[in-house]
């Protein structure tokens, strides 16, 4: 099972979910409150009572979603001075798959493609989170879409995302090589770096420009970058 996308030969596409497999702008209000919730943690002392004026708090946000687009949220928050299990308390609390609504054409663009190419999801999310997600977004059924499926708490994964290991472990269980295997998700840090460091191609989900080998505004678009005339 092979395609060619911009003239090179892919045996597997590997998707990260959260992001990149529904909307950034439905990731921002699902993390809106966790955000608000890191953001007074780096400001306020513990067990302080203090209210902080909201300007205060949405410029903390700010400095820290800014850094997150560049080294991931849990290295930002650490280098801000927070405290990573009150960040992992407060990220792993967030129901993920409050308001999101199965997508059709998503759903259809995944069935087609995996008759041609072999499809892996890849996800720092936890098992039941990426599990409620994949339900909400792509049916009961949605396990049957992917040849592999690793997240938070997969059996015999050595790592988490952006670890090299954890790469080379889908990687595996997909049977292909890195230079034969493409990588679609929306973090420099957690996805296009460490997928370009190993050979892989990398597909770019989001609107900035520079990022990754090939760049698509969503996952939808993902169907134009592939060669369909041989």
Same mark, same amino acid.
């Given at each position: 099972?092979?395609?060619?996308?911009?003239?090179?030969?892919?045996?597997?596409?590997?998707?990260?979910? /959260?992001?990149t497999l529904y909307l950034p702008g439905e990731a921002d209000r699902i993390f809106a409150t966790?955000?608000?919730?890191?953001?007074?943690?780096?400001?306020?002392?513990?067990?302080?009572?203090?209210?902080?004026?909201?300007?205060?708090?949405?410029?903390?946000?700010?400095?820290?979603?800014?850094?997150?687009?560049?080294?991931?949220?849990?290295?930002? $928050?650490?280098q801000l001075g927070g405290n990573i299990d009150f960040y992992h308390r407060t990220v792993r609390?967030?129901?993920?798959? @409050?308001?999101? !609504?199965? @997508?059709? +054409?998503? $759903?259809?663009?995944?069935?087609?493609? !995996?008759?041609?190419?072999?499809?892996?999801?890849?996800?720092?999310?936890?098992?039941?989170?990426?599990?409620?997600? *994949?339900?909400?977004?792509?049916g009961k059924n949605w396990q049957d879409l992917f040849h592999a499926f690793v997240c938070d708490?997969?059996?015999? *994964?050595?790592?988490?995302?952006?670890?090299?290991?954890?790469? /080379?472990?889908?990687?595996?269980?997909?049977?292909?090589?890195? +230079?034969?295997?493409?990588?679609?998700?929306?973090?420099?840090?957690?996805?296009?770096?460490?997928?370009?460091?190993?050979?892989?191609?990398?597909? $770019?989900?989001?609107?900035?420009?520079?990022?990754?080998?090939?760049?698509?505004?969503?996952? +939808? +678009?993902?169907?134009?970058?592939?060669?369909?005339?041989?």
């Amino acid at each position: 099972m092979t395609i060619k996308i911009a003239g090179k030969e892919v045996d597997a596409i590997i998707l990260d979910l /959260e992001k990149t497999l529904y909307l950034p702008g439905e990731a921002d209000r699902i993390f809106a409150t966790a955000r608000r919730q890191l953001a007074e943690a780096l400001l306020i002392r513990p067990k302080s009572l203090v209210k902080l004026p909201q300007g205060i708090v949405d410029k903390k946000i700010k400095e820290l979603t800014v850094l997150a687009d560049h080294v991931g949220w849990s290295k930002a $928050y650490l280098q801000l001075g927070g405290n990573i299990d009150f960040y992992h308390r407060t990220v792993r609390g967030i129901n993920r798959s @409050n308001g999101l !609504k199965f @997508n059709q +054409e998503l $759903y259809q663009l995944l069935d087609s493609l !995996k008759a041609k190419v072999k499809l892996g999801l890849f996800t720092k999310a936890t098992i039941p989170i990426a599990e409620a997600i *994949c339900a909400k977004i792509l049916g009961k059924n949605w396990q049957d879409l992917f040849h592999a499926f690793v997240c938070d708490g997969t059996p015999g *994964c050595p790592a988490e995302k952006p670890d090299p290991r954890a790469f /080379e472990f889908i990687l595996e269980l997909l049977g292909v090589t890195a +230079e034969r295997a493409a990588m679609v998700g929306d973090s420099l840090p957690d996805d296009i770096v460490p997928a370009s460091d190993l050979g892989m191609l990398a597909i $770019y989900v989001g609107d900035q420009e520079g990022i990754g080998d090939l760049r698509i505004s969503r996952i +939808e +678009e993902l169907l134009t970058l592939i060669d369909t005339s041989s």
